[in-house]
């Protein structure tokens, strides 16, 4: 597609429920990030792919938190069990991936997350 | 592991006014520098990057920021604030063969007229 492209862009559930957010980045971006944005902070690393192996999930803050990208495109970033703290906006960005590092990410609009 | 530090999380300035928003990094080798925008119920989007290239760099809406290793620095300026560069900046690092992309905690833009 033309952008990467965030669903739902909101959503509101209630303590200990399941949540899943998906992301559909830019065709042929083979590298894959997710972020959580909290209100006044800066984007927070959560996870990285580069095709359908998550190369680095040191961000994903317990094991509640999982994260697929099953044939190294759409990828949906799973919470279970949701607490008041995870409310935040969840971020994915996509990139052409490579060995420099030096790619530049390209965001979507974001999945704003409640959790009452 | 690499990090950057935004210096003040609110910058007020008068338009037509400099611009100058701080930002130190760390890293153990040599890094990737990156200025990012979030303008109002917008997403993020790249500013400009430093790769080693050339140690200053020019990014989109008159913005541009110096590499200086010797203070391990990256800030970002525009010598004529405009309303419409009201916006959150942040800093972000990456190291050559790392994916990973670190973000500072941002610096709130106000332009006053």
């Known amino acids: 597609g033309a952008g990467v492209s965030q669903t739902p862009s909101n959503k509101v559930t209630e303590k200990g429920k399941y949540v899943e957010l998906r992301c559909d980045p830019i065709?042929?971006?083979?590298?894959l990030y997710w972020y959580r944005q909290s209100l006044g902070q800066g984007p927070e690393f959560l996870i990285y792919f580069q095709g359908t192996g998550a190369a680095d999930d040191s961000g994903l803050p317990n094991d509640r938190f999982f994260a697929v990208r099953p044939e190294g495109s759409v990828s949906t970033l799973k919470i279970q069990r949701t607490e008041r703290g995870d409310s935040a906006v969840y971020l994915c960005a996509s990139s052409t991936g490579g060995d420099s590092g030096a790619n530049v990410l390209t965001f979507g609009a974001g999945s704003r997350l409640t959790v009452l | 592991a690499q990090s950057v530090t935004q210096l003040g999380s609110h910058v007020s300035v008068s338009e037509g006014a400099l611009v100058l928003l701080r930002c130190n990094y760390s890293?153990?080798?040599?890094?990737?520098l990156f200025w990012y925008v979030q303008y109002p119920n917008q997403g993020l989007q790249l500013l400009l990057k430093?790769?080693?290239?050339?140690?200053l760099v020019k990014g989109i809406n008159g913005f541009e920021a110096e590499f200086k290793k010797s203070e391990t620095s990256f800030h970002l300026t525009k010598p004529s604030a405009h309303m419409s560069d009201a916006a959150e900046y942040f800093c972000a690092v990456s190291v050559w063969g790392y994916q990973k992309v670190t973000f500072g905690t941002g610096t709130k833009l106000q332009v006053i007229p």
């Open positions: 430093y790769t080693s290239a050339a140690t």
């Open positions: 890293s153990s080798v040599p890094p990737y």
């Open positions: 065709s042929g971006h083979t590298a």
